[in-house]
Nanobody, 125 residues
Framework: QVQLVESGGGSVQSRASLKLSCAASGFTISTWSMGWFRQAPGKAREAVVCIDSDGTPSYADSVKGRFDISKDNAENTLYLQMNDLKPEDTATYYC???????????????????WGQGTQVTVSS
C-alpha cells in the first residue's frame, strides 16, 4: 500500500527557510516520478517542483532559484528545501507520486495517482 506522509510545515516570517519532508512507503522513490504541489484557499492546486525517475527536476517559475527538491533513496524520503519564503508561498503543501508520469507532464497534478495529506506553510510579512 502506497503511503506518503509530509512533515516540516509551520509559520515563518518572510525570507525565512523551511524544509519539508515526505516519507514514502509501499514503493521505491528512486523508480517513480514525485513532486511537491501546493494549494492556497480558493485557488487550484499547482505544481511547485517535481522530479522524474532519472532525478531530473522541473520547477514552477514562481519558485526557481528559491526552492529545491531532493531525494534520499536510502531513507525513501523526498525533501523540499524552501528559501527566501514570501507571503504568496502560503499554502498547504502536498507530496505526490506516480509510477509512470512522463517527464513532459511532471508539473500536471492530474498525472499523479498518490497523494499525501498535506502540511501547512504560512509566511507572514
Amino acid at each position: 500500500q502506497v503511503q506518503l506522509v509530509e512533515s516540516g510545515g509551520g509559520s515563518v516570517q518572510s525570507r525565512a527557510s523551511l524544509k519539508l519532508s515526505c516519507a514514502a512507503s509501499g514503493f521505491t522513490i528512486s523508480t517513480w516520478s514525485m513532486g511537491w504541489f501546493r494549494q492556497a484557499p480558493g485557488k487550484a492546486r499547482e505544481a511547485v517542483v517535481c522530479i522524474d525517475s532519472d532525478g531530473t527536476p522541473s520547477y514552477a517559475d514562481s519558485v526557481k532559484g528559491r526552492f529545491d527538491i531532493s531525494k534520499d533513496n536510502a531513507e525513501n524520503t523526498l525533501y523540499l528545501q524552501m528559501n527566501d519564503l514570501k507571503p504568496e508561498d502560503t499554502a498547504t503543501y502536498y507530496c505526490a507520486a506516480d509510477p509512470s508520469t512522463p517527464w513532459w507532464k511532471l508539473l500536471v497534478p492530474s498525472q499523479y495517482k498518490h497523494w499525501g495529506q498535506g502540511t501547512q506553510v504560512t509566511v507572514s510579512s
